[in-house]
């Protein structure tokens, strides 16, 4: 804990989020907000049993570059990979059933990003919110649905 203070003069001045995160075996879920503003952040592994990535969960990460979502997850909630901004790649797993809006928005990096294959239905792409794929610089990304 003490790597992670910055102190000036005798006095804390802030406190440095680490650059790699493990969230342990025996979490569930990752709650609303959980790693919001984490600009620190570059790569996270999330452990099976792992089922929701709750709202805001990695917006503004902006330097995360690797996250891999594990299968048991089936609910990605809105805004929660929003504007990280070094990610080039994503795969959802198959057991996702929802995806919130503005989910991947502005993800200046991304060239593509792994589907299920049951998305490309019209019925299913329902269950992904509104914008969920928009703000891409330059293009939208090559999406594969697997």
């Given at each position: 804990?003490?790597?992670?203070?910055?102190?000036?003069?005798?006095?804390?001045?802030?406190?440095?989020?680490?650059?790699?995160v493990t969230i342990p075996e025996g979490v569930t879920s990752i709650g609303d907000e959980a790693f919001?503003?984490?600009?620190?952040?570059?790569?996270?592994?999330?452990?099976?049993?792992?089922t929701r990535?709750?709202?805001?969960?990695?917006?503004?990460?902006?330097?995360l570059e690797s996250i891999i979502i594990p299968d048991g997850?089936?609910?990605?909630?809105?805004y929660a990979f929003k504007d990280c901004?070094?990610?080039?790649?994503?795969?959802?797993p198959?057991?996702?059933?929802?995806?919130?809006e503005w989910a991947f928005f502005n993800l200046a990096r991304l060239t593509s990003i792994r589907l299920p294959?049951?998305?490309?239905?019209?019925?299913?792409?329902?269950r992904i919110g509104l914008h969920v794929y928009q703000g891409y610089c330059p293009a939208d990304p090559i999406r594969i649905y697997e």
């Open positions: 804990m003490e790597d992670s203070l910055v102190i000036d003069n005798n006095e804390v001045v802030a406190f440095k989020l680490p650059e790699h919001y503003n984490s600009h620190n952040l570059i790569s996270v592994t999330i452990p099976e049993g792992v990535i709750g709202k805001y969960a990695f917006n503004w990460c902006s330097r997850v089936t609910s990605i909630g809105r901004l070094a990610l080039e790649s994503m795969t959802i198959d057991s996702v059933t929802s995806i919130g294959k049951k998305f490309q239905s019209s019925e299913e792409r329902q």
